[in-house]
């Protein structure tokens, strides 16, 4: 198609609800608008770190085993890639006010509904729907702010509301830490409750629906199977390959499996009248290169940081609280840089913040990977500010690059697939810099044990010790002598410490990649088919 609406252009009834003019007063405001959807992003945000502070209490309480627990987390990130794309495209169909309205309600009621849960069955299932309930209202988010901010705007707006998810994330820790610490473990899940209808509320008074004039009018039901089956098995596999182990057959058979069922999707999304991904989509090399380059951004930030709270918490020995706190210079750092990060892309374009954005996380991770068990918190806190300061454009930059050039009825697949992007780099680079620091640990932790002198470990022991080192935890049995404890320690600190050393330096690596990814990046020719309505 080439008319202009395909484009991206607004027709004349475009970015307003239909059969209506635009409201007066704080209805359809952008800046309100803002505000109303960063009440409904944070609940999601701040579910994806808070959650793992409570789980030992959740443990506690229901009898749940590790595997359990671990369903406690997979369970709604699985749910959450797997269908975000779809949720963007219902937003594109039927309007983004309701879609982010029905995730709001849907997410704050299984929140609820978690806290009351007397079993972990109860928990994961209600995580799951917490998944698909944040699925909704994500893309939603974006595509409510694509059509509300003029393009002169929009830059800062995703700044902000970059700068909003980065603190929740980054806040999860902290205050999930407080609430098991002086209230209990469903305090962590009832706090959405509120905040939730206190978005439902703005929601209904602010929000305006926004309906492009050549939005999708029927469903790719056999496309969103495809899609959904694939991405499904992507994440399983990641998720499992850890146990499963990379070589064996039952990890390859679900990457395969999704690698097939990609090609089936590709190929069946080029015959279908209204497909759920226009293939002609990724002709757009910005577009491609912002989706590449958010899943480069989110190995290195998601799977460097997983090891740092272990460093944290299990080498240094701080409290959960504590471990937040230090990394409250990441967290201040992406608030105040953020929006800044914003009015630059808005100036010169996304390419040298972008690029600019990599090379400090890239510095940043080789800074982290010099780390020893007796670094101080000054040092700490600068490699963590400068990877606030390098995460920061690329959350805005890559954001704006996919949503500004896709075209204006398809923002929210455009949001799905930004969101879909940092799911999928996230549990990427979770697996295999988990991979690498495993590897690196059983490569190095016999000759470091032996180098100390401590009694040789039967096959079974090693691997159990292993494990533990792999996290940071030290390997002492009940009734250890403190002498032979404190080598164990010793020797299980330094081995850890080698595996984060070399995790963060591929982590590094791959920023180094992204760097050039940048550089592919351009402006969305399409923002400007963003509302010019509203007031300013």
């Known amino acids: 198609m080439t ?41 999601v945000a701040l579910d994806g770190t ?22 406690i987390t997979n369970a709604y990130f699985l749910a959450l890639a797997v269908a975000l794309i779809t949720a963007g495209k219902l937003g594109d169909r039927f309007g983004h006010r309701q879609t982010f309205l029905i995730g709001v309600a849907g997410f704050a009621a299984s929140s609820g509904a978690i806290g009351l849960s007397g079993s972990i069955g109860a928990v994961i299932v209600f995580r799951v729907f917490q998944g698909l309930f944040g699925a909704l209202l994500m893309p939603a988010a974006l595509g409510l702010l694509r059509a509300t901010f003029p393009a002169e705007k929009l830059n800062m707006a995703i700044g902000i509301w970059g700068m909003v998810i980065g603190a929740s994330t980054a806040g999860g820790p ?16 009832f706090i959405n409750v509120p905040v939730g209808i206190l978005a439902v509320v703005l929601g209904v008074l602010i929000l305006l629906d926004h309906r492009a004039e050549n939005r999708p009018r029927s469903f790719d039901i056999l496309g969103i199977v495809l899609l959904s089956a694939s991405m499904f098995a992507l994440v399983w596999a990641l998720i499992k390959a850890p146990e499963w182990g990379w070589g064996s057959g039952q990890t390859w058979l679900y990457i395969i499996g999704s690698v097939v069922g990609f090609a089936l999707f590709s190929f069946w999304e080029t015959k279908v009248r ?44 701080m409290s959960p609280v504590d471990a937040g706190l230090h990394l409250l210079p990441l967290t201040a750092m992406m608030i105040v840089a953020s929006p800044l990060a914003g009015a630059a892309i808005t100036r010169v ?17 080789y800074g982290i990977s010099t780390l020893q068990t007796d670094s101080g918190s000054g040092v700490m806190s600068l490699w963590f500010a400068l990877l606030g300061l ?14 500004g050039n896709a075209p204006m009825e398809l923002s ?3 949001g799905g697939l930004q969101q879909a992007a940092m799911q999928i780099g996230g549990s990427l680079g979770t697996a295999v810099l988990g991979a690498v620091m495993a590897s690196k640990v059983d490569s190095d932790l016999a000759g470091n044990w032996a180098d100390a002198g401590l009694p040789e470990l039967s096959p079974a022991q090693a691997h159990q010790a292993s494990e533990a080192v792999q996290v940071g935890v030290a390997p002492v049995p009940p009734g250890t002598p403190a002498e032979i404890a404190g080598k164990i320690s010793d020797v299980a600190h330094d081995t850890f410490i080698s595996g984060m050393s070399l995790a963060s330096l591929v982590a590094a690596g791959v920023a180094v990649v992204a760097v050039a990814v940048a550089f592919l990046t351009k402006r969305g020719d399409n923002a400007e088919a963003g509302a010019g309505m509203g007031h300013i």
């Open 349 to 365: 374009g996304p390419r040298i913040p972008l690029a600019g954005g990599m090379t400090c996380t890239a510095i940043a991770m």
């Open 390 to 403: 390098g995460l920061a454009p690329v959350m805005v930059g890559a954001t704006e690059v996919i949503v």
């Open 3 to 43: 008319s202009q609406t395909t484009l991206g252009k607004l027709g004349p009834g475009d970015g307003v609800p239909s059969g209506s003019a635009p409201d007066r007063g704080l209805r359809g405001h952008p800046w309100v608008t803002l505000v109303t959807v960063a009440v409904g992003v944070m609940m």
């Open 174 to 189: 902290i205050l999930g830490g407080v609430l098991v610490e002086h209230v209990n473990w469903q305090s962590v899940f």
């Open 412 to 414: 929210g697949v455009a």
């Open 50 to 71: 808070i959650v793992a502070i409570a789980n030992p209490a959740i443990q506690n309480d229901l009898g749940a085993s590790l595997a359990d627990v671990q369903w």
């Open 274 to 317: 209204e497909p759920l991904i226009p293939l002609a989509m990724f002709r757009s090399v910005p577009l491609s290169a912002g989706v590449v380059l958010m899943v480069l951004m989110a190995i290195a930030f998601m799977g460097g940081l997983f090891f740092v709270t272990f460093y944290l918490q299990n080498v240094h020995g």
